[in-house]
């Protein structure tokens, strides 16, 4: 269902959003993240200096695509003049373009509410961004579960001085030490700050000899090229794409090469 928060003092429409909730339940979970929790986005700041007891909610549309008909409704009462307090628009699925079925969605959750699992594994297992984790758990009222940060890790001396001897000697970025000690980067980052180890930038990496200047230009193997588009046209995630075919330290340089108007991309070779 689409609904919409209207100022009863005036029947202004302020805010557009989705449900799968009783509206008087959904009402009361955003007067709950305004008044208790005191969030400080334009909505609930909104609901505060309202007043509660000024807010009504109302359906606007109950529709099989209820993704599609927020943002339909955001962008046409926005045409008619309406001031919309509403900051993310997305469908689910989210920024990596991939949208969860209702049973995907439910099975995300379930997993997402042991806190032993961590979030970033999850976006990663379901291909989706952290900001579409958080959209679809507030979709469903699931509450933030806490968790040990994903960096407070102990390692063994033996293992810091692998991480700094592969990545100061041997060029071993962050990510590739992340996925095979699978831990975080941050994890990683860390030992190397404590470390005081200088991160690599590209021009280190130019200098080692990993990866070509930019003025070089960069042949990529057919094979490679197709595989990259592959992921890429079925996620709409290039850093994804990158990482499975083992070419993120590339990531800015292939992202030059893509037809900039991103619709299909296509491979714009450099002369």
């Not at 993240?33 to 007043?51: C, H, L, M, Q, V």
């Not at 042991?114 to 758990?137: G, Q």
Request: charged share 40%; hydrophobic share 30%; with cysteine.
């Amino acid at each position: 269902m689409v609904y919409a928060l209207i100022n009863k003092n005036t029947n202004e429409i302020r805010y557009v959003g989705k449900t799968k909730r009783k509206l008087s339940d959904r009402l009361c979970g955003h007067v709950h993240e305004a008044t208790e929790k005191e969030y400080n986005d334009p909505k609930s700041k909104w609901i505060r200096k309202t007043g509660k007891e000024n807010i009504e909610i109302i359906s606007i549309e109950e529709s099989q695509n209820e993704d599609e008909a927020e943002l339909w409704w955001m962008d046409y009462l926005e045409f008619l003049g309406c001031n919309l307090l509403n900051v993310v628009r997305y469908k689910v699925g989210g920024t990596n373009g991939r949208k969860l079925s209702e049973d995907k969605q439910k099975e995300l959750l379930r997993k997402y509410k042991d806190p032993s699992i961590e979030v970033s594994k999850l976006c990663e297992e379901y291909d989706i961004s952290n900001n579409t984790l958080t959209a679809i758990r507030r979709d469903w009222e699931v509450e933030r579960v806490s968790r040990k940060p994903s960096n407070a890790i102990d390692f063994s001396e033996e293992e810091r001085e692998y991480i700094l001897r592969q990545y100061e000697e041997n060029f071993v970025t962050d990510r590739e030490l992340s996925d095979e000690l699978n831990v975080s980067r941050q994890a990683i980052r860390r030992v190397l700050k404590e470390e005081n180890v200088d991160f690599h930038d590209r021009s280190d990496y130019i200098e080692a000899g990993k990866i070509n200047a930019p003025n070089e230009g960069m042949q990529i193997e057919e094979h490679v090229k197709k595989e990259l588009l592959r992921i890429y046209n079925e996620t709409n995630n290039l850093r994804k794409a990158c990482r499975e075919t083992d070419m993120e330290r590339h990531y800015d340089m292939i992202y030059n090469r893509l037809d900039p108007n991103r619709r299909g991309p296509t491979w714009v070779e450099q002369p």
